[in-house]
C-alpha cells in the first residue's frame, strides 16, 4: 500500500505505517501535478492538511484513489460527499488538535487583556526617558478570573476551552445548537478531577452577559456575530475567533474595534487567507496569528499517528 503525504505527516505516523509496510511519500506534489502523481506512484491514500484542495476535478482523475485523509477537523478543502460517492473512504482527525487550539485561545486572551504584544515590542533601553510613559500605556490590563466567557459551539474545541476557563476561575456561558449539557473534566496533577456540568443556553442570553466571547463552530453560510450581534454585547466585550473565516463578519467587527464597543479582538482565522484586509493587520486592538490553532509539537504527533491508524483499519 502507497500513501501520499502532500502536507507532511510526523515522524510517529511514518514509522506506525512502515512499521505495517505501509510505503509512505512525504513530497509537495502542485496542484497541476496531483493526478499524475497519484496515478503514475499508483498511491492508494492521500493526506493533506488545509493546503491542499481536493476537488471533484481531482477525485475524477484518480479513479484508483481509495482513502483521503485530513490531518485536522475543517473538511472543507475536500468534496467529501463526492469522493464518498465514488467510494474513496474520507477520514479527518478530530480530537488531536483540539487542546492546541483551546490554549492558543488563552494565548491570545492573556497577552490582549495585558496588551503584551505592544508592550513587548516597545520596551525602551536603558536611560530612555520613554520608560514610564511606557508603563503608563500599559497599566491598563485586565484579569480574567472572574470574568464571564461565552462560548459558542461547545463541541470538542469548546469545551476544551470551557476547561481551561473553569481552572482559572473564570465562569463559563456555552451555547450550541445541538448539545443541551456537558459535563466538564478538571484533571489535577495529582490525578483527582472533578466534574463540572454546564447547561448551554440561547446564543442571544450568552452574546448579552459575556465579557468575552470565543467562536468553536464550524464554518458556516451566515456569520454567527455580525453587526446585531455586536450591537447586543457588553460595551468593552473581547471576541475570539480560532474557528474558521466568515464566522465572524470582519467589517463589523473592524467597525465596532473602531467605536470602541469591542476592546480587544483576537483572530486565528480570517475571511480570506492571507487577508488583503489592511484595517485588520494595523489594528492594535487585534491580536493576530495565521491559523497556527493545531500547530503544536504534540497535535502534529497525534495528527500523524491517528491518520496512520486510520488507514491502516479501513485499509
Ligand atoms: P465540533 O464538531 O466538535 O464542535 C462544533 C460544535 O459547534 C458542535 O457541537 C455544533 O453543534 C456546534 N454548532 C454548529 N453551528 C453552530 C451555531 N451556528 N451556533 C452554535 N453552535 C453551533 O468541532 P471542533 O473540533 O470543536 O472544532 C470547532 C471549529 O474549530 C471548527 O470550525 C474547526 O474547523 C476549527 N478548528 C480550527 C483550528 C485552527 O487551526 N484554528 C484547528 C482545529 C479546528
Keep these: 500500500m502507497k500513501v501520499l503525504a502532500n502536507d507532511g505527516i510526523s515522524q510517529s505516523g511514518i514509522k506506525l505505517l512502515e512499521e505495517n509496510k505501509v510505503e509512505v511519500i512525504v513530497k509537495k506534489v502542485a496542484d497541476s501535478q496531483l493526478a499524475d502523481f497519484i496515478n503514475n506512484n499508483q498511491i492508494d491514500a492521500l493526506l493533506v492538511r488545509s493546503a491542499t484542495k481536493v476537488r471533484k476535478e481531482l477525485i475524477n482523475k484518480c479513479p484508483n484513489l481509495k482513502m483521503i485523509g485530513r490531518g485536522g477537523v475543517g473538511l472543507d478543502n475536500i468534496d467529501v460527499q463526492y469522493a464518498e460517492s465514488k467510494g474513496i473512504k474520507v477520514f479527518n482527525t478530530p480530537d488531536a488538535s483540539s487542546s492546541s487550539v483551546a490554549e492558543l485561545v488563552f494565548a491570545h486572551l492573556f497577552g490582549g487583556v495585558r496588551q503584551l504584544y505592544h508592550a513587548n515590542r516597545n520596551m525602551p533601553l536603558e536611560g530612555d526617558?520613554?520608560?514610564?510613559?511606557?508603563?503608563?500605556?500599559?497599566?491598563?490590563?485586565?484579569?480574567?478570573?472572574?470574568?464571564?466567557?461565552?462560548?459558542?459551539?461547545?463541541?470538542?474545541?469548546?469545551?476544551?476551552?470551557?476547561?481551561?476557563?473553569?481552572?482559572?476561575?473564570?465562569?463559563?456561558?456555552?451555547?450550541?445548537?445541538?448539545?443541551?449539557?456537558?459535563?466538564?473534566?478538571?484533571?489535577?496533577?495529582?490525578?483527582?478531577?472533578?466534574?463540572?456540568?454546564?447547561?448551554?443556553?440561547?446564543?442571544?442570553?450568552?452574546?448579552?452577559?459575556?465579557?468575552?466571547?470565543?467562536?468553536?463552530?464550524?464554518?458556516?453560510?451566515?456569520?454567527?456575530?455580525?453587526?446585531?450581534?455586536?450591537?447586543?454585547?457588553?460595551?468593552?466585550?473581547?471576541?475570539?475567533?480560532?474557528?474558521?473565516?466568515?464566522?465572524?463578519?470582519?467589517?463589523?467587527?473592524?467597525?465596532?474595534?473602531?467605536?470602541?464597543?469591542?476592546?480587544?479582538?483576537?483572530?486565528?482565522?480570517?475571511?480570506?487567507?492571507?487577508?488583503?484586509?489592511?484595517?485588520?493587520?494595523?489594528?492594535?486592538?487585534?491580536?493576530?496569528?495565521?491559523?497556527?490553532?493545531?500547530?503544536?509539537?504534540?497535535?502534529?504527533?497525534?495528527?500523524?499517528?491517528?491518520?496512520?491508524?486510520?488507514?491502516?483499519?479501513?485499509?
Excluded at 445541538?178 to 448551554?200: M, R
Excluded at 474558521?244 to 482565522?269: M, Q
Excluded at 491559523?291 to 491508524?309: P, V
Design 129 to 315: 526617558s520613554r520608560f514610564k510613559e511606557l508603563k503608563k500605556s500599559y497599566s491598563k490590563g485586565m484579569e480574567l478570573r472572574g470574568k464571564t466567557l461565552g462560548v459558542i459551539g461547545f463541541g470538542r474545541i469548546g469545551r476544551e476551552v470551557a476547561k481551561i476557563a473553569l481552572g482559572i476561575g473564570m465562569k463559563v456561558i456555552a451555547s450550541d445548537h445541538e448539545v443541551g449539557e456537558a459535563e466538564i473534566e478538571l484533571e489535577f496533577y495529582n490525578h483527582q478531577s472533578i466534574k463540572i456540568p454546564i447547561k448551554t443556553e440561547p446564543v442571544e442570553d450568552l452574546i448579552r452577559h459575556s465579557d468575552f466571547i470565543t467562536l468553536h463552530v464550524p464554518s458556516q453560510d451566515e456569520p454567527v456575530i455580525g453587526k446585531e450581534e455586536i450591537a447586543q454585547m457588553k460595551n468593552g466585550v473581547g471576541i475570539i475567533n480560532t474557528a474558521r473565516g466568515g464566522v465572524i463578519d470582519e467589517k463589523a467587527l473592524l467597525d465596532a474595534i473602531e467605536d470602541e464597543k469591542v476592546w480587544f479582538a483576537a483572530l486565528d482565522v480570517y475571511e480570506n487567507e492571507p487577508t488583503p484586509e489592511i484595517r485588520l493587520l494595523m489594528n492594535e486592538s487585534i491580536s493576530l496569528s495565521p491559523h497556527i490553532g493545531a500547530c503544536t509539537l504534540e497535535a502534529q504527533e497525534r495528527i500523524g499517528i491517528e491518520l496512520a491508524r486510520k488507514i491502516l483499519e479501513y485499509r
